[in-house]
């Protein structure tokens, strides 16, 4: 290939005489279709990684228009996406404890009134209990909260032999006869924050990962539930790569 100078940022051209054929340097990059200047993008997606600013700010700062902003933002999100289809979450490990939950997303109309059941979302989560709570996932639950939908669920994001804490709720019973050979601990909420018998017994994680799941989810997508699953990669992505000093790297190295 021969490097050509373009308009813009360039060519590639075949050496080879049956060919010469003219590629331009984005073709087949992330920055193919764009008609936005480089350094823009890579400062907007700075600003992104850093959570700098909100939409009239980065307008400010960037000169890039709103709808524009919006569109690369979930570029950006899609990038986080891409990351855990290369790569599925799964948590857990031999002996290794992990912290179950469940909990609902809705949406009211004009922010108040009663909740419709066709506005509520269900959503499974697990953190895997260490020093930190990096590893961690959330999933819809397609349908009812039943055994039949999230058996399937606990066994494709939980490593056999993991320990499991969760609450009372029926859905969970079968657990300690599931080929994987998990062990299952459970804590009655309606009366305990912890098992009384074992205080280490517990979900307060995954209960913390939902406080700040929600926060985040309402700050962003207000009370629209029809956006829920657009955020979770980037959530997900920042528990595990989200650290200040790197987070930029991490993202254009993903």
Request: glycine fraction near 6%; include cysteine.
């Amino acid at each position: 290939m021969q490097a050509l100078k373009g308009k813009r940022y360039g060519n590639w051209r075949c050496t080879s005489k049956n060919c010469r054929k003219t590629q331009g340097y984005l073709c087949g990059t992330f920055f193919q279709e764009t008609h936005l200047e480089l350094k823009k993008i890579f400062e907007l997606s700075y600003f992104w990684a850093r959570r700098y600013g909100k939409y009239e700010e980065l307008e400010f700062e960037t000169g890039i228009s709103r709808p524009a902003i919006c569109d690369w933002l979930n570029f950006f999100r899609d990038i986080c996406a891409e990351y855990f289809i290369r790569n599925p979450i799964q948590i857990g490990g031999e002996g290794i404890v992990c912290e179950l939950d469940e909990t609902i997303v809705v949406r009211r109309k004009y922010e108040r009134g009663r909740i419709p059941v066709k506005n509520s979302v269900w959503l499974l989560g697990g953190v895997e209990r260490g020093i930190s709570h990096e590893k961690c996932f959330l999933a819809v639950i397609e349908g009812k909260r039943s055994a039949e939908n999230m058996i399937p669920m606990i066994q494709q994001y939980i490593n056999p032999g993991s320990v499991i804490h969760t609450d009372l709720w029926k859905s969970y019973n079968s657990i300690p006869s599931l080929p994987q050979n998990y062990t299952h601990f459970s804590v009655n909420h309606s009366t305990h924050f912890l098992n009384p018998s074992d205080p280490n017994i517990h979900t307060q994680n995954i209960e913390s990962l939902w406080s700040s799941y929600k926060r985040k989810f309402r700050h962003q997508a207000g009370n629209n539930s029809n956006t829920y699953e657009t955020y979770f990669p980037e959530f997900l992505w920042r528990k595990r790569f989200g650290d200040i000093s790197n987070v930029f790297y991490n993202f254009w190295l993903h």
